[in-house]
């Protein structure tokens, strides 16, 4: 991996199993700590319940302290510049996390940073949520060359890290959406010159759908979007994923949403609620691939693995009795 995790474009195809290798390592083993001593700033000018709890949560796992940042504590462009916040924090702490509106922000925090710096959402680009899909995808078995996602709906940041992973793995992506919300036309140009499958851009959902291994869609309306909130409904309202779209999938089609979901608009609840759903492992497997970026950009891909593993081996150690709550198992705990 480079310095910084920006985009999937920070990673290469040949690094995506070793990834994957260690995201299986730290999921088996939930105690391993190589971040022990290590801190990272937190960046939030956006709401989060999955980015945050799941961040949050693994640094504490990996044996870290993290430092939660609201834009009402920093100010990033008003208060402070995004420059002297990076120098700044990268002499208090080891890694640099922000979830943003602006991708440039995020750029002028990594230009500026000697620490790493990892995209946990931007207007731009979601890439740890995608490489928590393809995850996933793999989890479920779903994960192989010529493996179609449809994505139902807006053309948004999900939809460009997606797109970015098509140049790394060769999967069909196809988007289905109205005219005028097309992706990020630079992100497009880019995955349509390196993609390693066919990338289509329709106006048909069922011909979006049709043969499909992951159904995916996302909120209608995102973040800094709420005054569109009404037109877009309007325009989307033939882009819902329901029965009739699964219909037209595989029988074994695979239902993804990145959440928050709103159930009755972009997907139906039966669908979402449905057997073809595993959006909540989506959403775990959150906390199990973002730990393996920090450890990898920290520590490395491969090295971490084999070290893990031979402080284990030759600790003469279970996962539990290495653990700091070693005796805790099972134990009520009142704070």
């Known amino acids: 991996m480079k310095n910084h995790f920006l985009s999937l474009l920070d990673i290469t195809s040949d690094e995506l199993e070793p990834l994957f290798a260690l995201t299986d390592t730290l999921k088996r083993s939930p105690s391993f ?78 230009e500026h940073s000697t620490v790493p710096v990892i995209n946990a959402l931007t207007d731009r680009s979601h890439p740890c949520q995608v490489l928590a899909d393809v995850y996933t995808m793999r989890q479920f078995g779903t994960l192989r060359p010529g493996a179609k996602v449809a994505f139902i709906g807006d053309g948004n940041n999900v939809v460009a890290s997606w797109l970015e992973m098509a140049t790394l793995f060769p999967i069909r992506f196809t988007l289905a959406c109205p005219s005028g919300y097309e992706p990020n036309a630079e992100v497009l140009r880019y995955a349509q010159e390196h993609a390693l499958e066919k990338i289509e851009i329709l106006r048909d959902p069922l011909l979006a759908a049709r043969d499909a291994d992951v159904l995916y869609t996302d909120v209608w309306t995102s973040m800094g979007q709420e005054a569109e909130s009404e037109r877009r409904k309007g325009d989307f309202k033939m882009f819902q994923v329901d029965e009739e779209l ?24 039966s669908v979402l609620d449905g057997s073809h759903s595993i959006i909540f492992d989506q959403a775990e497997n959150r906390l199990h691939v973002q730990k393996a970026i920090l450890v990898a950009l920290l520590e490395g891909l491969s090295p971490s693995i084999h070290k893990f593993d031979n402080e284990f081996i030759h600790s003469g150690l279970s996962a539990e009795q290495a653990s700091p709550t070693a005796g805790l198992a099972g134990k009520d705990l009142t704070i």
């Open 33 to 110: 700590r190589p971040l022990t001593g290590k801190s990272a700033a937190l960046i939030f000018q956006k709401p989060s319940l999955r980015t945050r709890v799941s961040l949050e949560v693994g640094i504490h796992q990996l044996g870290g302290h993290s430092v939660v940042l609201s834009q009402e504590s920093v100010g990033i462009g008003v208060r402070e510049s995004a420059a002297d916040a990076a120098r700044l924090l990268s002499r208090y702490c080891d890694l640099i996390i922000a979830r943003l509106f602006d991708h440039q922000v995020l750029l002028d925090l990594a």
């Open 246 to 269: 699964l219909l037209v999938a595989k029988p074994k089609c695979l239902v993804m949403h990145c959440l928050p979901a709103h159930r009755g608009e972009e997907v139906t609840a």
